[in-house]
């Protein structure tokens, strides 16, 4: 199969699975629907490269949105977006960039979670939340939404991913 249509069948199977994954845990709490997206776009990014995971990183936010899934504030759709992006593109660098071992393991495991949380963090509660008119309990919302839970959840998807992927590896080196 040509590789081009292999990526793109790939990827349209990963934007599958995360459409699935937010339709199904909507009604659950953050923890369960922040931990299967996160390990969506981290298995997106393992198995089909840092292209296949950027573009879910980009698309999932707006998804959550149209699906209702988390805050129904559109500005804030797009700084979701970009800690997306971040913790997708951590992922591909240190996946490309260090050799296999525990310490690769850790580092795929902790910088891309404390990079997406940071970026949610600052661009969320410290950037929009002022500049937006917000009212004190929206504020507070988006606080306890957009910390520590981020790092948590960052954290669990990264961890599931990382014992899946290489279940899918061998699947693909297999077909």
């Known amino acids: 199969m040509n590789k081009k249509v292999l990526w793109i069948t790939q990827t349209a199977l990963f934007l599958a699975l995360l459409i699935v994954c937010q339709a199904v845990t909507r009604a659950m709490s953050q923890l369960v629907t922040g931990s299967c997206v996160n390990a969506a776009l981290a298995l997106a990014t393992l198995a089909t490269g840092c292209a296949g995971g950027l573009i879910l990183a980009a698309v999932s936010p ?14 804030i759709v797009p700084a979701i977006a970009a800690g997306n992006l971040l913790y997708v593109a951590a992922i591909g660098t240190l996946e490309r960039r260090i050799k296999n071992g525990v ?9 891309p979670a404390v990079l997406k949380a940071a970026a949610l963090y600052l661009l969320i509660v410290r950037l929009l939340c002022h500049i937006l008119p917000l009212q004190d309990k929206q504020i507070q919302l988006f606080t306890a939404m957009f910390s520590w839970p981020q790092l948590i959840t960052a954290l669990i998807g990264s961890a599931l991913a990382l014992l899946i992927a290489p279940v899918i590896r061998r ?5």
């Open 103 to 111: 310490p690769k393991a850790l580092l795929l495991l902790f910088v």
């Open 171 to 175: 699947a693909k080196r297999a077909a």
């Open 62 to 75: 707006f998804l959550a949105f149209v699906l209702g899934i988390g805050p129904q504030l559109f500005p």
